[in-house]
Each structure stands twice: as structure tokens, then as C-alpha cells.
């Protein structure tokens, strides 16, 4: 049972136990999830907050098997997007927002920084809880940030007008295989109190460099002593997704 510092029992609850349960599952039964169930899911999962109501997400899901396969392609031939039973693709979308300004002679063109990025924390919240309400229901599954690989092309397969971008997707589906959970960081190194407080991040960090090794190493993974912090530089340098910038100004999400 966890504990606090002094050795009392935390408070715990189911949700709190699923999510501290969780961990990113890529192999799935060959059992299909019924549309009962994704629809279940997504309506808790709409009920996410969303800023000042403007619900500026949509999303696409996908079924279909050559979708599947082209999506999975389009993410970095990832074998789990072509062998989950579902797909579910979570979309920032500003079409309703411009219609609403189009009534009334405006358009959103222009515009700034902010509506990229309230769009997109809306479309993040469903996809958290529609994770977290799947996960209650035993579905489990995997985000898909490799969308943002070839942005136009998943647009092209999922049909998005301008306006619509999809910010990740998930492959859900019955577990075939719940691998390990991975360790995170320590709850003292990402949490302050009143203040931020930076001393001490390198020893720490170096702690969970060989915490994650280790659970690599456990796991058959190739991985270094300095596991998190290599792979991190590697990830971004050189910039990752350098043209990102102008493919999403392509679909029409050409905010400054
Ligand atoms: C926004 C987002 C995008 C992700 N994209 C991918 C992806 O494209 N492919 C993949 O296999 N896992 C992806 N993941 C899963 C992460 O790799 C995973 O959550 C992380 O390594 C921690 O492992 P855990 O979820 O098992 O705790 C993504 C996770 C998030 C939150």
C-alpha cells in the first residue's frame, strides 16, 4: 500500500489505483471492441474540462484495416497501429470555433499562439480520459504521438479538412501482453512546494538514469548506463520534427 513519508497509508480510490497501475500496452487480443464500448468511453472522456467551453476537438475513429496499415506507415511503421482493433485519432479542431466567427465577418486567420494550444490541450484532456475511462473497463492501449511524423499524410487518410490537425492518436484494444510497468521519476524530483526548487536535478536525475537501465535491462532492451538522459539528447538533437511548423500551417493551423 503506498505511504506517505512517515509510513501512513495514502488515500486511495479506483481511479487512483487503475492509474497507478497503468503502463503502455502494444500487443492486443484478436477480440474486437465493440462499438459500445468506444462510444462508453469516449462520452465520460467529453466530459474532460475544455477551455471556456469550446470543445474545439473531434475525434476519428479508425476501424478500417488498410487505414490502419497506411496510418501505421505514416507513424513510423509502427506494427501496433496496423494490429489494433482500434484507432482512435484525437484531433485539435477549430472548424466550429471559425464557423462561429464567420457568422459574424471574422475569420481566424491571423490569429495567435493561443488557439494552437488550447486546441490542442482540449483534444490532450479527451484523450487522457478516454484512455483513463478504457483502462477502467480493462481496454488498454498506447498514445500515438508518431502522427505528428507526417502530419498531411494522416490528414490525407483520416479525410481532415484545414483547420484540423491530429495531435496524437491510440491503439486500443483487449491486452495480450501487459509488459512491465516503467519506472518514473521520483515524486520528490517533479513535485515543490510553494516554490520551484532546481538544486539537485543531476544526482537525481542520474539515480533514474540507472533505475530506467536497469528496467531495460531486465526487460532484454539494449540501453545505456546514462539510459534517460541519452536517449533524451538523442531525441532532440538534432531538433525533432523540425518541419512541423510549416506542415501544420499547411493545414491550417498557421499560428504565430
Ligand atoms: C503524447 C504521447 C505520444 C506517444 N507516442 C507514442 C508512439 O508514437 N509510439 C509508441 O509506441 N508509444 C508512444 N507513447 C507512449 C510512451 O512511449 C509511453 O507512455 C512512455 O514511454 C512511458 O511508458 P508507460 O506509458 O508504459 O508508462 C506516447 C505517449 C504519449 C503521452
Redesign the pocket.
Known amino acids: 500500500m503506498p505511504e506517505d513519508r512517515s509510513g501512513a497509508a495514502l488515500p486511495s480510490s479506483e481511479t487512483i489505483r487503475v492509474l497507478r497501475a497503468?503502463?503502455?500496452?502494444?500487443k492486443f487480443a484478436d477480440m474486437p471492441v465493440s462499438a459500445g464500448h468506444v462510444q462508453a468511453i469516449l462520452e465520460a472522456a467529453y466530459r474532460a474540462p475544455t477551455s471556456s467551453n469550446i470543445q474545439a476537438y473531434s475525434v476519428v475513429i479508425v476501424r478500417d484495416k488498410a487505414a490502419r496499415a497506411a496510418l501505421a506507415v505514416a507513424?513510423?511503421n509502427?506494427r501496433?497501429?496496423a494490429e489494433t482493433p482500434v484507432f482512435l485519432a484525437f484531433c485539435a479542431d477549430l472548424t466550429r470555433i471559425e464557423y462561429a466567427m464567420e457568422q459574424r465577418g471574422h475569420s481566424l486567420d491571423g490569429n495567435n499562439l493561443e488557439v494552437c494550444l488550447v486546441s490542442s490541450i482540449d483534444a490532450?484532456l479527451v484523450?487522457?480520459a478516454a484512455y483513463l475511462a478504457a483502462d477502467s473497463v480493462g481496454l488498454k492501449g498506447?498514445?500515438?504521438?508518431?502522427?505528428r511524423?507526417k502530419p498531411d499524410e494522416v490528414a490525407r487518410i483520416l479525410g481532415l479538412p484545414a483547420r484540423v490537425y491530429c495531435?496524437?492518436?491510440m491503439?486500443l484494444g483487449w491486452p495480450a501482453d501487459v509488459?512491465k510497468?516503467?519506472p518514473?521519476m521520483d515524486y520528490d524530483m517533479v513535485t515543490h512546494h510553494e516554490r520551484y526548487e532546481a538544486a539537485g536535478a543531476g544526482a537525481q536525475l542520474q539515480r533514474y538514469d540507472w533505475t530506467l537501465a536497469a528496467h531495460y535491462q531486465a526487460a532484454g532492451r539494449a540501453t545505456t548506463a546514462d539510459s534517460w538522459t541519452h536517449d533524451m539528447d538523442k531525441k532532440f538533437h538534432p531538433p525533432l520534427r523540425a518541419d512541423l511548423r510549416r506542415k501544420l500551417a499547411d493545414l491550417g493551423f498557421d499560428f504565430g
Open positions: 497503468r503502463v503502455s500496452v502494444r507513424t513510423g509502427q501496433h497501429v490532450s484523450g487522457m498506447v498514445m500515438i504521438g508518431g502522427v511524423d495531435v496524437f492518436g491503439c509488459p510497468q516503467k518514473r
